[in-house]
C-alpha cells in the first residue's frame, strides 16, 4: 500500500485536512472490498493457527502503514499539542481498523459515504489542535 501513488500522495500533501480527508476515502474504498474478507479470517483465526498468524500479519502491516499518515502528521507540526507520533499512529489504527468499519456500515447499517465523513471528522479531533 505504502507504495501505490494514491498513498504517497497523502503523505505528502502539507494540509493535514486533506491528508486526513484523503485518507478517510481511501480506507472508505479498501474497506468496502475487504472488510467482508476481515471479518471471516477474524472467525477463522478464533479456531485456526493459521488464519490467527495471518490476520496477526495483516493488522501489523496495517498499523505500519498508518504510521506513515501519524509521521506525516506530526513531521509538519501539524498533531494536537501533547500528542506523540507513536500515540496519533494508534488513534489511527483503533478508529481506522476493520472491525470499526463493520461495527458501522455492516452492523449499524451506515452507508460508506457516512463512515467516510465520521471517519475524517474524528481523527481530525482526535489528531489535529
Known sequence: MADRPQVRALESDAD???QLTGFAALLREIMARVGPVHRLLADAARSDQDAAALLAEIARQRHEGQQGIARSLARSGAL????????AADVIHALASPE??????TDRGWSGERYETWLR?????????
Do not use: W
Not at 80 to 87: A, F, M, T
Not at 121 to 129: G, H, T
Open 80 to 87: 494536537r499539542p501533547g500528542l506523540s507520533e507513536r500515540d
Open 121 to 129: 471528522s474524528i481523527l481530525a479531533d482526535q489528531l489535529l489542535p
Open 16 to 18: 493535514p485536512a486533506n
Open 100 to 105: 470499526v468499519y463493520g461495527l458501522l456500515v
